[in-house]
């Protein structure tokens, strides 16, 4: 079963600080992946999003990722945070299946990120 | 602006009822979806749909309807069947299912999320 896997729950940083945050997949074939920011009470917005090509991504708001195949991860960073960028972060991986018509989009449970002065 | 509206923001019933969570888009996209979002849970799929007068069943529809019938709107219904209904609702939507060759379409766009309190 396709699963994605955010080991951290929740990670406090300094204002400034450099930050990263993990995610890993579980399926075989090369997954569509996302990463998602949530604030409080609000839906999501993407940040970033890999489907094929370079492995290392740019995103909004100063974040990257990169796509480790060997590591089955895909992991945020950011070199420095600001304030504003407490949230709760999500990860998540699309399936299409070979004939293209199925269609899976599975979360992981989130990382919450604390931000300190 | 294009974008995806939920209303109401905040929904509050009584044990037994039925409500209606409302979700509408105007970036013509075919496929369209809902998720609910507990705490520590992530979000979960409960209903899909990637064309009018046609939607498939998540991991947790047990308790949910949904109705298709304009390319814009998608409301779910979270019947008195639904054990613990209290949750945040998430609406999105994408250009279509995506494809082997498209897998770009599947880029998901929410809304800001109903909040649904049983009372």
């Known amino acids: 079963a396709q699963s994605v896997t955010q080991p951290d729950i929740h990670i406090t940083v300094s204002e400034g600080a450099s930050l990263e945050l993990r995610c890993n997949y579980s399926y075989g074939a090369t997954p569509y992946l996302f990463w998602y920011v949530q604030s409080p009470g609000q839906g999501l917005q993407l940040l970033l999003k890999y489907f094929s090509g370079d492995t290392l991504v740019q995103g909004i708001k100063g974040f990257e990722a990169e796509f480790k195949r060997s590591q089955s991860s895909f992991n945020l960073r950011k070199p420095s945070v600001h304030w504003s960028d407490a949230a709760e972060y999500f990860c998540a991986v699309v399936r299409i299946n070979s004939g293209g018509s199925n269609y899976k989009l599975t979360f992981g449970k989130g990382t919450l990120l604390t931000v300190n002065p | 602006d294009g974008g995806i509206t939920q209303s109401p923001k905040y929904l509050f019933r009584k044990e037994g009822q039925n409500v209606t969570l409302s979700c509408e888009q105007n970036l013509n996209h075919d496929a369209m979806y809902w998720y609910r979002q507990d705490p520590g849970q992530g979000l979960r799929l409960i209903y899909y749909s990637q064309i009018v007068n046609d939607f498939q069943k998540g991991d947790i529809a047990e308790g949910y309807s949904v109705s298709r019938e304009k390319k814009e709107s998608f409301p779910l219904t979270v019947t008195s069947a639904q054990k613990n209904p209290t949750a945040f609702y998430l609406c999105?939507?994408?250009?279509?299912?995506?494809?082997?060759?498209?897998?770009?379409?599947?880029?998901?766009?929410f809304g800001q999320g109903t909040r649904l309190t049983v009372v």
């Open positions: 999105a939507s994408s250009i279509d299912l995506g494809g082997q060759y498209s897998p770009m379409n599947t880029e998901a766009f």
